[in-house]
């Protein structure tokens, strides 16, 4: 299911302005329904799945062989 289908947009559009006033301490609603800081939600969900999508792609594998994941 495309994520942009299991989130209101209200909700998309709250955490969109949350996120421009308070950065990455930004409390943000995620998929799940939880709430978490954004840098929790950027480490935890979003880097891997950067990461994954980037690996599917050899010229991207290889680019981002060089990129330190936390």
């Known amino acids: ?5 299991q989130i209101p947009f209200a909700t998309a559009r ?4 949350r996120a421009a006033r ?3 301490a930004a409390p943000l609603h995620w998929l799940d329904g939880r709430c978490a800081p954004a840098s929790e939600l950027l ?3 979003l880097l891997p799945l950067a990461r ?9 594998r290889r680019a981002t062989s060089r990129v330190t994941w936390k």
């Open 14 to 17: 709250d955490n969109f302005y």
């Open 43 to 45: 480490q935890r969900e």
């Open 22 to 24: 308070y950065g990455l």
């Open 52 to 60: 994954e999508g980037l690996n599917r792609n050899e010229a991207c």
């Open 1 to 5: 299911m495309a994520p942009e289908t």
